[in-house]
């Protein structure tokens, strides 16, 4: 192995382990030791992590989409940016003390002060591009664009995007705007309304009003919604496909409520509308992989197009606290941990 000139003296770093399945609290802050990287590996001292829904539902030990259950203990976390501060046999010595992001796929190990990553796994981070901004591109950002990829969204659409202060919906409406389509974002409380207004939408409103679809219809002056992203489901996810007008396409990426939006095969057909999952198997299976995506959503970053929301820092030790304030739904924009 090599070690940049600012490599660690100590090998000993702290990391967020996981020893039990259950609650947040169950996220141990430890010290551990350095990991070493491998012939094709580099070591990328950790500046900001990722941290998703889909994270603490793995930690529950319930569902966990299409990754399985870690081996415990376990360090959590599947995005990193930073910089490379050692490298394994059979890697370039360019990559020393380069600024890169990184998607650690199924081997985790995110959550931690240093992290270890497939060279090939690498980007370098464009000039200017933040790390904690980095991280929401690299996982979140590639996402918004497979779930655009099946909206194909042009000046004609009329939008509607559930969760829209969120880390995925703040993408979706940003990007509605800069097609030229006319986009409704729903959120729940007014701060999140606030920062939707923000985000150029053109009207933002309250889930949790009474009668908040009746607020959507005013909001939309006569116009009829063509696209309706749901990542919510339950009674918002179905008020969302109830406000789609006949030809409209449903585009489900997830259900925060802890269930789908119920609907049937006679529903989809009465309402003459096409509903499609734009993640999980078809984002896994897609041609070309992944990594076309995140070069794709770190470019939209780096020239401006997108402005990554990270509202919610939180300390590497807090990583439970992050955990407590996603699954409550009291977040803004991605979520990072920050060693």
Do not use: C
């Amino acid at each position: 192995m090599a070690a940049g000139a600012g490599g660690r003296s100590v090998l000993a770093m702290h990391a967020i382990r996981l020893h039990a399945f259950g609650p947040a609290e169950n996220l141990v802050y430890e010290e551990v030791g350095d990991p070493e990287p491998a012939p094709g590996q580099v070591r990328i001292a950790v500046r900001a992590a990722g941290v998703h829904l889909l994270d603490t539902m793995i930690r529950s030990g319930g569902q966990g989409g299409p990754f399985p259950l870690p081996d415990l203990p376990a360090i959590p976390g599947r995005e990193v940016a930073g910089e490379v501060d050692a490298i394994g046999a059979g890697v370039d010595d360019r990559w020393l003390d380069r600024r890169v992001v990184a998607h650690l796929g199924m081997a985790s190990s995110g959550y931690a002060e240093l992290a270890v990553a497939p060279v090939e796994s690498l980007h370098e981070l464009p000039d200017g591009l933040a790390f904690d901004a980095a991280v929401a591109m690299i996982g979140t950002g590639r996402t918004t664009l497979a779930i655009l990829e099946v909206a194909q969204l042009t000046a004609d659409d009329v939008v509607l995007v559930t969760a829209a202060a969120g880390g995925i919906g703040n993408l979706l409406v940003q990007e509605a705007h800069n097609v030229g389509a006319f986009v409704v974002g729903v959120a729940g409380g007014p701060q999140k309304i606030e920062l939707v207004e923000r985000l150029r939408a053109d009207a933002a409103v309250d889930y949790r009003t009474p009668e908040w679809p009746s607020a959507v219809r005013e909001a939309l002056g006569g116009r009829d919604v063509t696209v309706s992203f749901d990542s919510v489901g339950g009674e918002v996810g179905r008020a969302a496909m109830d406000l789609l007008a006949p030809g409209g396409r449903f585009v489900i990426y997830g259900w925060s409520s802890g269930k789908p939006t119920e609907l049937s095969a006679g529903d989809i057909v009465a309402a003459g509308i096409t509903v499609t999952g734009a993640i999980g198997p078809r984002v896994l299976q897609r041609p070309g992989g992944m990594r076309g995506l995140e070069t794709a959503a770190l470019a939209k970053a780096g020239s401006g197009d997108w402005k990554p929301l990270v509202s919610d820092r939180f300390p590497l030790a807090e990583a439970a606290a992050a955990h407590r304030a996603l699954e409550s739904r009291g977040t803004v924009g991605k979520v990072v941990l920050v060693p």
